[in-house]
């Protein structure tokens, strides 16, 4: 199992562009979510998803969009790339449990993000 | 609110010295989630407890979830350089689907 995997790994973009951040797991998981981190801080959540179909905002929405067409597949639109958007993006999922077992967040490795 | 707040934000020991980092929150957790994020990296899941009291240790690092499912904390006995990154606490909650995560502790180690 690869785990979550995310595409690219850094991209430079110019202020007005826009492009799409990939992000595919292989564990079947139904939650998936999309954070961003600015340097030095502590994770926030953009986008998220508890299955195909089915996508919620989080705390800091604005300037992004997301699809859930595949249980796999979870990608995160930027249009009109502003400077703000400068940040490193996580891909996670997981498969929440009840009672003792895990509900672990299994992260990609980032897409390291510079709008100039 | 739902924050979980964590505590120090930043600590830096001597390779060899103890670490603890605190997660609080105003409100009963259903379980709390300890993660790493070494520098450059992406956060990697280390343990979750779940049961009042709890304490779990993994070698040199012992996990507390206290008594009123409030609080918990990270403790490292004997710093190493490799111990260097972020720590995060998280709690997923159930009724929103989402996780909950604390503001990081960043350990430098310096040997």
């Known amino acids: 199992n690869a785990g979550v995997t995310q595409t690219p790994k850094f991209r430079i973009l110019k202020i007005g562009q826009s492009m799409t951040l990939q992000c595919a797991q292989d564990?079947?998981?139904?939650?998936m979510y999309w954070y961003r981190q600015d340097p030095g801080m502590g994770l926030k959540l953009i986008y998220y998803?508890?299955?195909?179909?089915?996508?919620d905002k989080g705390e800091v929405p604005n300037g992004y969009n997301v699809s859930r067409s595949t249980t796999e597949d979870f990608p995160l639109r930027l249009e009109l790339a502003a400077p703000s958007q400068t940040s490193v993006y996580f891909c996670?999922?997981?498969?929440?449990?009840?009672?003792?077992?895990?509900?672990?967040?299994?992260f990609g490795q980032g897409t390291r993000l510079t709008v100039v | 609110g739902q924050q979980v707040m964590q505590i120090p934000q930043y600590q830096h020991v001597q390779e060899g010295e103890d670490f603890t980092t605190y997660c609080n929150s105003s409100?009963?957790?259903?379980?709390i989630q300890w993660y790493k994020q070494r520098p450059g990296g992406h956060p990697v899941f280390l343990i979750q407890?779940?049961?009042?009291?709890e304490v779990k240790k993994q070698k040199r690092l012992t996990f507390q979830f206290g008594e009123a499912k409030k609080n918990s904390s990270l403790h490292i006995t004997a710093t190493q350089t490799t111990d260097v990154g972020t720590y995060f606490c998280?709690?997923?909650?159930?009724?929103?689907?989402?996780?909950?995560f604390g503001s990081g502790t960043k350990l430098n180690v310096k040997p």
């Open positions: 996670a999922s997981s498969q929440p449990l009840t009672g003792t077992m895990n509900t672990e967040a299994f």
């Open positions: 564990m079947n998981h139904n939650y």
């Open positions: 998803s508890v299955g195909a179909g089915i996508t």
């Open positions: 409100t009963t957790l259903s379980n």
């Open positions: 407890l779940v049961k009042s009291g």
């Open positions: 998280a709690e997923f909650k159930y009724n929103f689907n989402k996780f909950y």
